[in-house]
C-alpha cells in the first residue's frame, strides 16, 4: 500500500474521546489527500486577539460556590500533568485499551490544538494525542466508480472500544476537573481571550453536522496515489467532518451519539471548588 502519510487525524467522540476524540490518522498514501497543514498561529494574530475585546462566554463552566469534596486533590501543573491525565484517562476506559494508543507528552497541549483544528481543512500530524491506526487505506470498485471500501472501518476497532468503554458523565467530570489545564493549553496556543469550553462545543456542533452518506461516496485522483472527494461539497468538509466519514457509517453513528451525549453533560458543567493546578515550582524560567 505504500507508505503512510498524514491526511489528517481521526475522531472518536470527544475528551479521551477528547483524547479518542482526537484519535491521529495517518492515512495511507493511497488515503483522501488534503493540503499541506496550516501553521499554528502566528504572534502576530496573537497580537491582534490581544488587543480585540474578549468575545462573550457562551458556556462556561461555573465554579462551585461550596466547599470541594475531601478527596479532590489539587492539579498537577500543565507542564507535569502528563502521567496524571494518562492514569486517569485509561481509568476511565477501563480495560480498553487506552494507555497502548495515548501518546506520552504533552497530552493536553496536543489534545486542544487537535480539537481547535478540527472545523478546518486539515490537522497536522504532529499534533495528534493518540498514536495512529494500522493499516492502509483501501479502496473498492462499485458500478464502476471507486470508492472507500466499507474494511476501512475495521482499522478503528481499538478506537471503537475506548468510545464504547467511557461513560460520558464520568468523562466530562474528568474534562471539568482538568478543566484549568485545558484552558491555561489554550491561551497558550494563540487565543488569550478565548474561553475553549466554547471552543469544544462549536467543534462538536461541526462534527455532527457531518452528512450520513447513504451510499459510498465516489472518489477521484487527480494527482496519484492521493484520492479526493469527487462531490465539491464533500471535498469541502471540514477536516473533521472528513476523519467521521472515513470511520465508516457505522462508526459515524456511534461517535456522533456518544459526542450529543457528552454535549449535553457539558453544558452547565460546573468546576470543584478546589480543582486549581498545583505551582509549577520546577518550571525553568524564561
Known sequence: MGRQSSTGSWVAAVVVVLAVVAAGVYMA???????????????????????????AIRHPIAQASGPAPASTAPLPSLENSDAAVTDTLAALAGGSGLRSLLVSAQ????????????????????????????GGFLTASVDGKTVMSAANAARYAPYMHVVASVDPRALVGWYVRYYPLFQ????????PKGYFNDRLIAVIDNLLAAPDLSRPAALAQ???PFFVYADPSLEA?????KML???????EAVLKAKLRAIRAQLVGAVL?????PAPASSRTAQ
Not at 468538509?237 to 467532518?241: E, F
Open 29 to 55: 498514501r493511497k488515503a483522501l489527500h488534503e493540503s499541506t497543514p496550516a501553521p499554528a498561529p502566528a504572534p502576530a494574530a496573537a497580537s491582534t486577539a490581544a488587543a480585540a475585546p474578549a468575545p
Open 184 to 191: 491555561q493549553a489554550y491561551v497558550q496556543l494563540g487565543y
Open 245 to 251: 466519514l472515513r470511520a465508516g457509517p457505522a462508526n
Open 237 to 241: 468538509l471540514s477536516a473533521g467532518q
Open 272 to 276: 470543584p471548588a478546589a480543582a486549581a
Open 107 to 134: 497530552i493536553i497541549p496536543d489534545m486542544v490544538a487537535t480539537i481547535d483544528a478540527l472545523p478546518r481543512r486539515v490537522v497536522a500530524p504532529r499534533i495528534l494525542p493518540l498514536r495512529t491506526p494500522k
Open 222 to 224: 487527480p494527482k496519484p
